[in-house]
């Protein structure tokens, strides 16, 4: 089987990745991916195509042509949405394929960015305690006036950047033990991600994600845990991206819990996967399969249980957004619907195109800013249409996209975590 050829630069550089992919060769061409994939139909270029992608792919491992700026750009103006997984019929695993290309290409970017993405990668999201440090200081840039007065200053690029920023929380979550136990019968014992950013920008969340678990019946443990590398992974940084599979793999394999539950649908389809970036290690192939197979989105898992009592009503009409990485990652459409609908007074509506990107796709909004927005109007159209009071998306990254959307292009509704209208549905009770 063919492997990629690395540039001089690459083969100087210690490490090289090779791509070895049977998915590589699966494709028959058929073209049925194309009018899936948002940077075709946006462009109707085949070189932003899934077809096109992997034909460039197949190409430089034959050594056919070199990893070149173009074949990085074709590469990285992929979202990485997988929306041509659900639509390929000869199941090509595209992801598999763009993750371990991409690791040969790096982040993208000017060399000033790759390099400030880099640390970011390797520096602060392993780092909990970084992170938060980072997050308080941008905290205080928003609260004292001076991003207002750094606005007036900044070129018009970074001044759109600083204003996708979301409004830092007044709190982030912490745990308020290791182990919280279930409220009623004891149904499961689970271990729960407490994620990178969602702790900082989604503690509340995190919490109603803990409540609606304990109040299903589960025993909830938060083990000592790091970051899920999902960013790492999808901009071709797996260095870290491994170190930190490996602490998390020996953390919740250590706390023998029925099942590791993620809130976060980017991070559960990159933990899910976790077997695939650890398949030549030796020591933690096995136990990478073993993790993998725990992992549970949060709806996931609670629809699988089954919820507790009678809920309290909701008198709103919510539209539902498919985040990428679990309607095609994780291939979970019917669970999220069906927890709804299980809701008294809530009416779900369809959006035209629920399972297409929104754009956010990671870092890629602001990396792809015209792309991104591209895709953000034809979404915000879609939701107007579907005439809904709120908007539900299990992913933060679509939440804040979707957040923002609103802002600029309309209509400006709420937009919820699944787990938060759960909770609200389960409605107070004394512990
Ligand atoms: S992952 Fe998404 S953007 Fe990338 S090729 Fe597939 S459908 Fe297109
Ligand atoms: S649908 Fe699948 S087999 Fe057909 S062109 Fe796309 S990736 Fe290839």
Not at 62 to 86: P, V, W
Not at 216 to 239: K, M, R, W
Not at 240 to 260: E, G, H, S, T
Request: positive net charge.
């Amino acid at each position: 089987m063919a492997h990629i050829h690395p540039t001089q630069e690459q083969t100087n550089n210690a490490k090289v990745p090779s791509l070895d992919l049977a998915e590589l060769y699966q494709c028959v061409h058929c073209g049925l991916c194309l009018n899936q994939c948002p940077t075709y139909r946006v462009t109707r270029l085949e070189a932003e195509s899934p077809r096109g992608r992997i034909h460039l792919v197949k190409a430089a491992a034959d050594g056919r042509i070199e990893l070149n700026d173009r074949f990085k750009e074709h590469l990285q103006l992929c979202l990485l949405c997988r929306a041509c997984e659900s639509a390929c019929p000869s199941g090509v695993q595209y992801g598999r394929i763009a993750e371990t290309a991409r690791e040969l290409i790096g982040p993208p970017g000017s060399p000033l960015v790759r390099r400030i993405l880099n640390f970011v990668f390797t520096q602060l999201l392993p780092y909990a305690g970084r992170l938060k440090l980072a997050f308080t200081l941008l905290r205080w840039y928003q609260r004292t006036g001076l991003q207002t007065v750094a606005r007036l200053l900044m070129p018009a690029k970074l001044r759109a950047m600083d204003a996708m920023l979301p409004a830092i929380p007044a709190k982030f979550f912490q745990p308020t033990a290791n182990t919280l136990p279930a409220i009623g019968p004891r149904r499961a014992r689970v271990a729960m991600l407490n994620g990178c950013v969602m702790p900082l920008l989604f503690g509340d969340v995190n919490e109603a994600t803990v409540r609606v678990l304990r109040r299903s019946g589960c025993e909830v443990i938060f083990p000592e845990q790091t970051c899920c590398g999902a960013l790492n992974i999808h901009n071709g940084e797996q260095v870290a991206a491994k170190q930190m599979a490996r602490k998390n793999i020996d953390a919740f394999l250590a706390a023998d819990v029925d099942a590791i539950v993620v809130n976060a649908a980017g991070c559960g389809a990159a933990m899910k996967e976790y077997d695939f970036l650890l398949r030549d290690d030796p020591e933690y192939a096995d136990k990478a399969k073993r993790f993998a197979a725990l992992v549970k989105d949060a709806g996931e898992f609670v629809a699988g249980l089954g919820l507790v009592g009678r809920l309290q009503p909701i008198n709103l009409t919510v539209t539902y957004q498919d985040p990428c990485h679990l309607a095609h990652g994780q291939k979970i459409r019917r669970q999220p619907r069906e927890l709804l609908q299980a809701i008294p007074g809530l009416k779900l509506v369809e959006m035209d195109g629920s399972d297409r990107c929104c754009g956010s796709a990671g870092i890629y909004n602001l990396t792809h800013a015209g792309m991104s927005q591209e895709l953000l109007k034809e979404k915000m159209r879609g939701v107007g249409a579907a005439n809904a009071d709120a908007i539900v998306a299990p992913n933060p990254g679509c939440m804040l996209q979707l957040r923002y959307g609103g802002k600029t292009y309309g209509p400006q509704l709420p937009v919820y975590h699944l787990m938060d209208l759960l909770d609200r549905a389960y409605g107070e009770v004394a512990e």
